[in-house]
């Protein structure tokens, strides 16, 4: 049974830190490209981060460069979030999916995880 499960979120004030992980089973999440993706109440989806299988050309929004980074451990069947400096703006729930190979829009993912809700507020 192909799962994404993602972990990590919480309730965190201006300027902190979370680490958000997304653990694969069923599949070879090694082949996958693995990206992260937010909504915010009353805002659509959008793509916050991904990594291909080769772990080269990473992507990131513009609003979260320099803050969020992403990583995977393959023999683990993991990828990470790990998000500094927080701000208001990044609340919403995250949820991470998975596409052969390489990142491309939302709709192309074929595996995602049920969520994990980021708050960030004072």
């Known amino acids: 049974q192909v799962q994404l499960v993602e972990s990590g979120g919480g309730l965190v004030q201006p300027g902190g830190s979370l680490r958000l992980s997304c653990a694969a089973s069923g599949f070879r999440s090694d082949y996958y490209a693995i990206g992260w993706f937010r909504q915010a109440p009353g805002k659509e989806r959008e793509g916050v981060s991904c990594?291909?299988?080769?772990?080269?050309?990473?992507y990131y929004i513009d609003s979260v460069k320099g803050r969020f980074t992403i990583s995977r451990d393959n023999a683990k069947s993991t990828v990470y979030l790990q998000m500094n400096s927080l701000k208001p703006e990044d609340t919403g729930v995250y949820y991470c999916?998975?596409?052969?190979?390489?990142?491309?829009?939302?709709?192309?993912?074929?595996?995602w995880g049920q969520g994990t809700q980021v708050t960030v507020s004072s």
């Open positions: 990594m291909p299988n080769s772990v080269t050309r990473i």
């Open positions: 999916a998975a596409r052969p190979v390489t990142c491309s829009g939302s709709l192309t993912y074929s595996y």
